[in-house]
């Protein structure tokens, strides 16, 4: 779910879009994805960071000082396989895993005619891998360089390019995504080891899914209704920290269905990210993206009244909300709830003008 919230000093109009999707969780070391098709994350997170001592050493295309895949090496067009147009590497049918990372490195190489120290800034992505340099280069992979899931600051052999001198490093950090197109069928699918790492320079790596991770596909399929734009409506501006702005009141429904013979026993839950963050991180309050105010939201007969100045509600931390449960027997589910959203003032900082604010909304099983 998008929000976006507008407000101003005086008189000022608030509107919120609320875009949803839905996504599949990992519980137990246990992911449960249903029939859909898209891009959806695991709850894998990666979150790697090494340092040591530079070795000299050459480049090559495949020398990815920030990379990421199954082996010890740049991930190969061989290594993937294209699922509703995204390069993953494939797990089973119609089921694919792909990094969505952001990805730096320190390194000491040869530039322009001497050995410099470069910092490389980049993604690793389900739609591709792209990188700069304070150097003033760039990569892109595949592109520039025929591998992927690998940022490399060559695109063709450099003898000499590391020395021996100073510290390499590497950090990356992200999640691991499912792709799939649809035809994935039930079962209990896994995913395997894979690492992160920086070559060249010195070998540096981590296994970033230490064991295969098992996938519970189902025919599982949920839909929400509810309105995707909030017009908050006009606000009279109050400097009074924790005071109320506007309200609006709406419905949130969600409907889940299986395959008769197919279905699996689940919890239906939602989540809730901020966006645009969290306000004086509590997690209680979406952040305005302007600063000086926040948002709540209640779920009736599932959290607590969200009012303004309390610590109760809807959690923006990303954490679970259940709303229900679906049994194996049961074919289809369906779940309504009333849905609150609350503007509230900051205090003295509260903004004047448009104000925006941005969260996102998943539906999960476990």
């Known amino acids: 779910?998008?929000?976006?919230?507008?407000?101003?000093?005086k008189i000022s109009m608030l509107s919120a879009a609320l875009?949803?999707?839905l996504q599949p969780h990992i519980a137990s070391g246990q992911i449960t994805i249903g029939k859909d098709k898209g891009i959806f994350p695991t709850g894998l997170l990666i979150n790697v960071s090494e340092t040591q001592p530079q070795v000299y050493s050459d480049a090559f295309a495949s020398t990815g000082v920030a990379a990421i895949g199954p082996h010890l090496r740049c991930a190969t067009q061989g290594d993937l396989k294209q699922i509703n147009g995204i390069w993953a590497l494939p797990i089973a049918q119609g089921?694919?895993?792909?990094?969505?990372?952001?990805?730096?490195?320190?390194?000491?190489?040869y530039r322009n005619g001497s050995y410099q120290?470069?910092?490389?800034?980049?993604?690793i992505t389900p739609e591709g891998s792209y990188a700069t340099t304070n150097l003033g280069y760039s990569m892109t992979s595949?592109?520039?360089?025929?591998y992927h899931w690998c940022l490399s600051p060559v695109d063709k052999t450099d003898y000499g390019f590391f020395r021996d001198a100073g510290n390499k490093s590497y950090e990356i950090r992200g999640e691991w995504m499912l792709v799939t197109d649809g035809t994935q069928k039930t079962g209990s699918p896994s995913i395997p080891?894979?690492?992160?790492?920086?070559?060249?320079?010195?070998?540096?790596y981590n296994i970033v899914i230490p064991a295969a991770i098992p996938i519970r596909v189902s025919t599982l399929e949920c839909t929400i209704n509810t309105p995707t734009t909030i017009n908050f409506g006009a606000a009279e501006q109050n400097f009074k920290k924790d005071s109320e702005l506007a309200k609006v009141n709406h419905h949130m429904g969600v409907t889940c269905t299986q395959d008769a013979g197919r279905g699996i026993d689940t919890n239906i839950n939602v989540r809730f990210k901020a966006l645009s963050g969290l306000h004086e991180g509590n997690q209680y309050r979406l952040k305005l993206e302007q600063g000086?105010?926040?948002?709540?939201?209640?779920?009736?007969?599932?959290?607590?009244?969200?009012?303004?100045?309390?610590?109760q509600g809807i959690t923006f931390d990303n954490a679970e909300i259940k709303i229900g449960e679906i049994y194996r027997s049961q074919l289809n589910k369906s779940y309504s709830h009333p849905l609150v959203w609350r503007l509230c003032s900051g205090g003295s900082d509260l903004p004047n003008g448009r104000v925006t604010a941005t969260a996102e909304m998943m539906v999960t099983y476990n």
């Open 142 to 146: 595949p592109g520039t360089i025929p």
């Open 1 to 9: 779910m998008k929000l976006k919230t507008g407000s101003s000093v």
């Open 193 to 204: 080891i894979m690492r992160a790492m920086s070559l060249g320079g010195g070998t540096l």
């Open 95 to 109: 089921i694919g895993l792909a990094p969505n990372v952001t990805a730096t490195a320190s390194y000491t190489g």
């Open 117 to 123: 120290h470069e910092i490389l800034t980049g993604k």
């Open 19 to 21: 875009l949803f999707t």
């Open 292 to 311: 000086g105010g926040y948002i709540t939201g209640s779920l009736g007969g599932v959290t607590y009244d969200g009012r303004c100045g309390t610590n």
